[in-house]
């Protein structure tokens, strides 16, 4: 898996005996470079954006970076920055975010992403959608041919009531491209319960085993069902996507 179409790229070489953790923190680490003192960041969710959430505070410690503003993007990414002091606040009091960093499911050669298999996708999707620049950090499993393509879930965000009733509807939309449907669940202690997002809503993913074409089309159609809140592909919202490799880091620009 490549990316085959990147406007602009540069990349530098990692020893190549490392884990998949060890990728997400470089290819982190390589966007809190990006982090200017003074900025509104962006906190994102996940395995990957764990790691520049870390290493913010590390340099807010260390002196390095000064009077940075947080917004994180879900309560478990507030739980982290707050015990590691990182000054926080929200998008009620500050509407525009300087830079958003955060990690991905699938990116597609055009740097369109599936995101929210944590479940964080609405918090994500409004925070990285006020922001002025959007660093994508992946390691290099995440590339992918066309959005659904890795098989895994492409998530949509539903209420509560007749979710069942929304999960078919969903269904019937994409049949052409073969899509099945399944309730996540919670893996949180609670087996079998079905998993509630931090507002309090259901994610119903979506498998495909075709591609689904027209991506914009896709997301227009799936918003404007009722019941659905929102959905996990991010078209077009991506500034760079850093990229870590076995043989190295790329930093593909927009
Ligand atoms: C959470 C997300 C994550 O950013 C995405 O799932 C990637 O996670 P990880 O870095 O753990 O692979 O969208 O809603």
């Known amino acids: 898996q490549t990316l085959m179409m990147a406007p602009s790229s540069s990349s530098s070489t990692a020893p190549s005996s490392l884990t998949q953790d060890d990728l997400k923190k470089i290819a982190a680490y390589k966007a809190v470079e990006f982090v200017r003192s003074g900025m509104v960041v962006g906190l994102g969710t996940g395995s990957t954006a764990r790691h520049a959430v870390d290493r913010i505070a590390e340099l807010l410690d ?19 920055a707050l015990a590691l002091g990182i000054p926080l ?31 964080s996708l609405l918090r994500e999707k409004m925070v990285e959608g006020a922001c002025k620049e959007f660093v994508v950090i992946v390691d290099e499993s995440k590339l992918v041919d066309y959005l659904g393509g890795s098989l895994l879930a492409m998530p949509v965000e539903v209420i509560k009531f007749c979710w069942k009733f929304s999960a078919e509807r969903l269904r019937a939309l994409f049949e052409y491209a073969g899509c099945t449907t399944r309730l996540r669940l919670s893996g949180d202690g609670k087996e079998g319960e079905p998993y509630v997002t931090d507002n309090g809503n259901y994610v119903v993913d979506l498998y495909f085993k075709r591609e689904i074409g027209d991506l914009s089309a896709a997301s227009d159609a799936i918003l404007r069902l009722a019941g659905v809140v929102e959905h996990g592909m991010f078209l077009k919202m991506a500034s760079t996507v850093i990229v870590a490799g076995k043989h190295g880091v790329r930093v593909i620009n927009r």
Request: charged share 25%.
């Open 89 to 119: 606040s929200d998008l009620d009091s500050h509407p525009v975010v300087d830079l958003a960093i955060d990690g991905a499911d699938e990116v597609d050669p055009f740097l369109n992403l599936v995101k929210g298999r944590g479940g």
């Open 62 to 80: 260390q002196g390095e970076l000064r009077d940075i503003i947080g917004i994180p993007t879900s309560s478990t990414t507030h739980e982290q």
